[in-house]
């Protein structure tokens, strides 16, 4: 794997080394997570270091392996990733540098269409793209501005990054959310995603709140169920804006708690496709306006039929 660096920041990442890494290295790796991405579903192989990229078409799954790190990195660390609409394959990771060199928070972009191209790298300074989505043009990150975090100022949490710019641009700060959760705003099973027409909807149970935006201000909104530290509830938003998610079908969960499909209607959830249970664990992928998408701890991809809806049901 080869990329074209510009290590600007790096500096000021060494310098923060000794609270970075252990903060980093503990926190969960949402690389683990599956993703849906146009007619590619990415998984992450820890155990490979490596990135599978598996059309739905059936044609061969292609790899990108960062076991070998770029230079002057001796490891890369995956966080998230997403392809964007113009096919480039965004990847948010951790460079580990050598020695007692600290660690350097990056967004490596790949052509999906020649993985073997070089790459390019950005240098996302103190910012730690826990999470990334690409929308309206845009790359967005959910994740702490960790030299803020440190001085206890109110840092940002969600980023925007345009093509071109130096900086990203703040789209929403730690103090418009509640305080008093004992999780941070990026912690899992936070997910960004990608509304229609632009803009994103951050998801994040961690503070018990979702945020919807966009060009405007945020609308920051309690999240529309109660989060549970054991619960696997992923969530899609269809073309129309609606949010869909794989919910308990039991209010005492358990292990083998089967799951099934809601979608949001004012303050409510309607069981969608009712005779439809699955697995704990499995994952909302994407909805589109007849099928919802699934992928199950396997990695083994289905679908269920949404069936046809009156024109104009919210």
């Known amino acids: 794997m080869r990329l074209t660096p510009s290590y600007t920041g790096i500096v000021h990442a060494r310098r923060l080394a000794n609270v970075l890494i252990p903060l980093l290295l503990a926190a969960p790796l949402d690389a683990q997570v599956p993703r849906l991405c146009g007619d590619l579903v990415l998984t992450y192989d820890a155990g490979l270091v490596a990135l599978t990229l598996t059309p739905i078409d059936g044609a061969p799954a292609r790899r990108l392996n960062f076991a070998q790190a770029p230079e002057p990195f001796e490891a890369i660390m995956l966080r998230d990733y997403v392809v964007r609409s113009d096919g480039r394959l965004a990847v948010s990771a951790a460079g ?20 073997n191209r070089p790459g390019t790298i950005r240098n996302t300074g103190p910012v730690v793209c826990a999470l ?67 803009g994103v909807v951050a998801l994040m149970p961690g503070v018990r709140r979702m945020a919807r935006v966009g060009d ?7 999240l529309p169920w109660e989060p549970r530290s054991h619960s696997v509830v992923s969530a899609a938003l269809d073309p129309r804006g ?22 949001r209607q004012g303050n409510r959830w309607i069981r969608i496709a009712g005779d439809a249970d699955v697995l704990r664990g499995t994952r909302l992928l994407a909805v589109s306006d007849q099928t919802a998408v699934l ?4 990695n083994k991809v289905s679908t269920i039929p949404l069936g046809a809806e009156p024109a104009g049901t919210p």
């Open 295 to 298: 992928i199950d701890r396997l």
């Open 96 to 115: 580990v540098l050598p020695g007692q060199g600290g660690m350097a928070n990056l967004i490596m972009e790949f052509d999906t269409r020649d993985l």
């Open 216 to 222: 405007g201000e945020p609308r920051v909104l309690e």
């Open 132 to 198: 990334i989505e690409a929308s309206g043009g845009s790359l967005w990150c959910l994740g702490p501005d960790m030299p803020a975090l440190m001085r206890g100022q109110d840092y940002g949490v969600l980023y925007r990054f345009d093509d071109g710019e130096e900086k990203p641009a703040v789209m929403l700060k730690r103090g418009q959310l509640p305080r008093e959760a004992t999780q941070s705003p990026w912690a899992r099973p936070a997910q960004l995603l990608a509304a229609p027409g632009g």
């Open 242 to 263: 609606r949010l869909f998610a794989l919910l308990p079908l039991a209010e005492n969960e358990k292990f083998d708690t089967p799951y099934g499909l809601f979608r």
